[in-house]
DNA sequence: TTTCAAATGCGAATGATTTGCATTTGCAAT
DNA sequence: ATTGCAAATGCAAATCATTCGCATTTGAAA
């Protein structure tokens, strides 16, 4: 039996760490809350999705959940990455613990890897783009798998 | 003056550097061409009007340089681009020398950055991922460039 | 040469994302 | 509380980079 602690709801999570100058509305709230939730980096669709599945009974467009994914992204709070392999974008919270992904251009299939090279890239712009303020990035690493290799 | 070495024709170059199972076509030529010329990496629509440009007689198709891309691609002879804030792909010759982007939410303008992960995540893929062969990779930093901070 | 799978041109389809506009809503100032 | 209004939303249509189907052409192996 797993012991989660349940330190704070939803709405204490989202007062926390709600961007400066973003109107709080019930789309944005429960957007956020499914970005929140993820573990993984999340299609605009799946948000819908999600949303249209927990919240039945609300309205939602899906032109709403792109400007708002836009919005977040321009207010730093969420981190856009399109893989060279798929055909949407995909979103996270910038703040959240990531991974990185091998991608294999034959198959596919994606492979978390540990490398973050955060720490280089901010000595890097501390140097060489003094003022750059860094609120996200993306990593993606392309090759064969050994499955595919192997043909 | 400057004294640049014409060391090879791209005929060469093209020779030389083909990959293995691509069957060599007039349009693959042009597209390695103009790809191997380039100093930055370059959309699709890019490459379709430099060789409007440059071969006004010949017919091509937008779909053929698409087609073409991608085989490429998978024989990881190019690397495929998607910034957040831009609507279309782009590409570069994996081998060539590259800079990664400082690009800013707000103004959307690209800075080159020195940082380059490779030799990090070479040294973790061998280890935790021992097998997949890296062709290529992209890396992009998202953040606020100095003057659009300060407003 | 001949042969044939693979590549191309062309035009139409796809589908993720964006946009215009009438309506609604958060919230700051009464 | 109520009001006023800029900003946000729903909806449907538009955009536009990219992909696909198919008839024709072509590279290169035999």
Redesign the interface.
Known sequence: MSCKIHAESYNEIIERNWPAGIKKTRQRMDIFEILYASENPISANDIFVAITRSHPQEMYAISTIYRNLLAF??A?VI??????TEDN?VYELSSRRHHHY?V???CHKK?P???C?LH??E???DN???????????????????DC?SE
């Open positions: 992204e321009k730093g981190t856009k990455h399109v893989l060279s974008a091998a294999c251009l034959l492979f890897i540990n490398a090279p280089i890239i000595e890097d712009i060489s783009l003094p003022g750059f303020e860094i609120t996200g990035h993306t990593l993606e690493v392309y090759g064969y798998c050994k290799k």
